[in-house]
């Protein structure tokens, strides 16, 4: 037994002194200490010699073990020594130098817009409110002078959300609100006259192509006070063109027809991607098609409209007007993004762009 603890010792120091690496090191105090080691089993073997024999037997084998210890230690002294002084002269910092700046990132393109189309309307006294994105059919449809057999209904195609069963309903069913229009009764309830507002919300449709995507934004602007007329709303319209999209660009009112308005616009700008030509190359542009673009609606408020605010439209007129912000986002002179859709794709090569 003792020849064999000797051995053990003499192999296990042997081994230590051999490593080149703190890794072989670690291989080698395995193989000799470890759980399953061979000095350690020989230790674990001692249980099964005589009692007569057993101290004598582990004296012997307790000090092997240490002394394995002992230059087991020694040796990952040295060879951390020689690992660090490796790294002061292989690895080493400039510690006067400049950091290397984090990864940083910026507010996607929709929501630059949105500050911006905030601010301009702020310079012009509008106020800056929410409504609710998930809303009653009241305010969304029939408070807006739209009946529930109204087939204008049907172009929003509308989602619609299942009520816990049991609930009340005591305005319609709910919905995604299809537009920020649904702000415009709220607004008008809480009585608070001259009302000078917009509203930037989430709106949802059942339509995707390179022009529609099922949720967007939009910004709702409505005024009512007394004497608004069609003048007034012009001039806001073009005062926004001007300070977003740059003297450059053209505007132009379509007649049009909306439950909610009377009379009817629609809003479109020259397109930035064909410069208002409606071409690209020998191609018709596949943006706009013709050289103009619908940014949204506008018109003057509906008589029914203020009745169900709760307002004279005797006493009272106003405007309203609802543009989709991804769409006048894309008009931007300098933009030039073709397809709404790529707004939406979570592509940084795109997106760093802005």
């Given amino acids: 037994m003792r020849e064999q603890i000797e051995k053990l010792r003499e192999s296990a120091i042997k081994a230590v002194w051999k490593a080149k690496t703190l890794d072989d090191l670690r291989v080698a105090e395995t193989h000799y200490l470890g759980r399953k080691g061979e000095l350690t089993s020989l230790l674990r073997s001692l249980a099964d010699f005589p009692e007569k024999d057993r101290p004598a037997a582990g004296e012997v084998a307790n000090r092997a073990k240490i002394e394995v210890e002992r230059e087991i230690g020694k040796k990952r002294a040295v060879l951390e020594a020689e690992e660090f002084q490796g790294l002061g002269e292989n690895e080493w910092t400039d510690v006067t130098a400049p950091g290397a700046r984090p990864p940083e990132g910026h507010l996607h ?7 911006e189309v905030t601010g301009i309307f702020e310079r012009l006294g509008f106020t800056r409110v929410r409504a609710p994105e ?7 449809f029939q408070a807006l002078n739209m009946p529930p057999d109204h087939p204008a209904r049907d172009e929003w195609e509308t989602f619609f959300v299942d009520l816990p069963a049991g609930r009340q309903v005591h305005q ?20 608070e006259l001259p009302i000078r507002i917009v509203c930037i919300s989430k709106c949802y449709r059942r339509q995707m192509d390179i022009s529609h995507v099922p949720m967007f934004h939009q910004f709702e602007g409505l005024l009512i006070d007394k004497q608004v007329s069609v003048t007034h709303l012009k001039g806001v319209l073009d005062y926004f063109a001007r300070e977003f999209f740059g003297p450059g660009r053209v505007t132009r ?7 909610f308005t009377e009379p009817s616009f629609e809003v479109d700008i020259s397109c ?22 619908e ?8 008589p029914n409209v203020l009745r169900a605010g709760g307002i004279d439209p005797q006493k009272y007129s ?6 989709g912000v991804e769409r006048t986002a894309m008009m931007k002179s300098g933009v030039v993004v073709d397809d ?14 802005f």
């Fill in 318 to 323: 106003g405007f309203a007007f609802g543009w």
């Fill in 295 to 302: 940014l949204g609606g506008a018109g003057m408020v509906h």
């Fill in 109 to 115: 393109l929709t929501t630059q817009a949105i500050g």
């Fill in 272 to 293: 930035a991607v064909c410069k208002g030509t409606g071409k690209s190359g020998a191609l018709r542009c596949r943006l706009c098609k013709e050289g103009w673009l």
């Fill in 340 to 353: 709404i859709r790529t707004l939406y794709k979570n592509d940084l090569r795109f997106l760093n762009q």
């Fill in 172 to 191: 319609g069913k709910m919905v995604l609100t299809p537009h920020t229009s649904n702000v415009q009764v709220r607004e008008m309830e809480r009585g």
């Fill in 253 to 259: 009112l379509r007649p049009f027809h909306f439950r």
């Fill in 134 to 140: 998930v809303d009653w059919d009241y305010y969304a």
